[in-house]
Each structure stands twice: as structure tokens, then as C-alpha cells.
């Protein structure tokens, strides 16, 4: 005799028919937009940001803030710096570090008025001679420079920045010898500027230009770089502003 229970049992409990699971909905992620704004690191920068850059590097170095190496290898960065990101941490530490700025004035601003001229100081006589071992030396500012110009470092650096300088001759040699050093050269961007040298196991580099005004000064570099470079070139931005033919009387 069969004792299992019927299927029609009413005291045999019922098993729910199983429900099917819903699929979650696929919420469609947010993408990019191709104009979205880029963070300020960053920002690709350009070779006036980087001259900017360099131009404090020289500073600290003139005031002894870096040693020849530091300041070697800092420059090197900032010249080959792609965004404002690489260029920060390169003056992070010294006096005159500032915060990069983004902020655009609105197109309806007025425009500031302009500051008052005021009267160029005197420029200086120097040595025409520049010399730099285990150390550096630098010459810059409003100064003198005549026909001839000579500039020597072992084991150091020399910076020579023409881009405030008086011209006193309308043309201007600079012989430079490197020994396990650096030689950098920086004239105004309207000045001609040639230049021939020889590098051993160094580098020996004359950005050449020739000067849209036939009577503008003329800047011939020449020299040897044994184990060290020379690097002479333009600095954009700066113009000579007392021209030789003026202070010669010529008309």
C-alpha cells in the first residue's frame, strides 16, 4: 500500500514557481570631452616661459644660490621642458619663485596706465675679460662692452648677457675658451650674430642671424671647447635700444 503523500495534499506546503531575475540597467558611463579644460601642469609651455625660467636659474647662480653642476643640470630641464608641471620644481626653492598665473584679464578691461620713463642708470665700465674657474661668473645688466670681449672657465661657468649692455663699437668679438665648463652668450634679437668655434668632446653652438637693420651691431663669437660647451643665441624679447651709430655721433 502506497503511504506517500498525495500531490493534492492540502497539508503538504507549496513550493513558489521560481521568478526570473531582472538584468540591471547598464547606466552608460560619462565620457571625456575632447574640449574639456586641461589642468594647469599641464599646460604646454613656450620658449618665452622657458627663457623666463632660465633667466632666474642665472640669477641664483650669479648669486651663489646653485653651484656650476646645479645649475648645469636645472637648465638643461628648462630648456627641454614641455609643460608648466616641469618647470615648477626648478625654481621651487629659491627667492624668486612665482606661482604661474592663468588668469586672463576680461577683453572689456582697461588697460593699465602706463608707468612713468624713468632715466636709464649710468652704464658701468668693466673688465673686458670674463674668468670663471671651479666657479662662475657673470656678466649682465647695463654695462659697457667694447670691441673686444674675452671669456674663459675651467671647471665652472660664465654667463655674458648682451641684452642690456651699451655698444661701444659696432663690432663685437667674443673669444671664448671652455675647459670642463660652460660658456653662455646671450645678445639682443636685433643684433647680428655669427659666430665659429670648435668643440672637442664638447659642443660649440652659435645660433647665427642677421639683423634686419644693416647698421645694427654685429657679434662674432669664436673660441674652443675642450671637454665643455658654448652656447650663444638670441634672447627673444630684448632689443637693443641705444644704437651704436647714435652713441658714435654717426648720422
Not at 50 to 75: C, K, P, Q, S, V
Request: with cysteine; glycine share 8%; charged share 25%.
Amino acid at each position: 500500500m502506497d503511504n506517500s503523500p498525495s500531490q493534492d495534499d492540502p497539508g503538504q506546503p507549496t513550493v513558489p514557481a521560481p521568478v526570473p531575475l531582472a538584468k540591471p540597467e547598464l547606466t552608460p558611463q560619462p565620457r571625456p570631452e575632447a574640449n574639456a579644460p586641461v589642468a594647469q601642469a599641464e599646460m604646454r609651455v613656450s620658449d618665452a616661459d622657458r627663457e623666463r625660467i632660465a633667466e632666474l636659474l642665472r640669477d641664483a647662480y650669479a648669486e651663489g644660490r646653485l653651484d656650476a653642476d646645479e645649475h648645469a643640470e636645472r637648465i638643461g630641464a628648462a630648456y627641454a621642458a614641455k609643460t608648466f608641471g616641469d618647470l615648477v620644481p626648478l625654481t621651487r626653492d629659491l627667492p624668486a619663485h612665482r606661482s604661474v598665473s592663468f588668469d586672463k584679464p576680461p577683453l572689456d578691461a582697461a588697460a593699465p596706465a602706463p608707468a612713468a620713463a624713468r632715466p636709464l642708470p649710468p652704464a658701468r665700465h668693466e673688465a673686458p675679460s670674463v674668468v670663471a674657474i671651479f666657479g662662475g661668473a657673470a656678466r649682465k645688466g647695463r654695462w659697457r662692452v667694447g670691441s673686444h670681449l674675452t671669456a674663459f672657465t675651467a671647471f665652472g661657468g660664465v654667463e655674458i648677457d648682451l641684452s642690456d649692455a651699451v655698444f661701444e663699437s659696432p663690432e663685437v668679438e667674443i673669444t671664448v675658451t671652455a675647459i670642463f665648463g660652460g660658456v653662455e652668450i646671450r645678445v639682443p634679437e636685433n643684433v647680428s650674430l655669427l659666430g665659429s668655434g670648435v668643440g672637442i668632446f664638447g659642443g660649440f653652438d652659435v645660433r647665427e642671424q642677421t639683423a634686419a637693420d644693416p647698421y645694427a651691431p654685429v657679434v662674432r663669437v669664436k673660441g674652443v671647447a675642450l671637454f665643455g660647451g658654448c652656447n650663444a643665441k638670441p634672447r627673444r624679447g630684448k632689443k637693443l635700444k641705444e644704437w651704436v651709430r647714435k652713441q658714435l655721433g654717426a648720422e
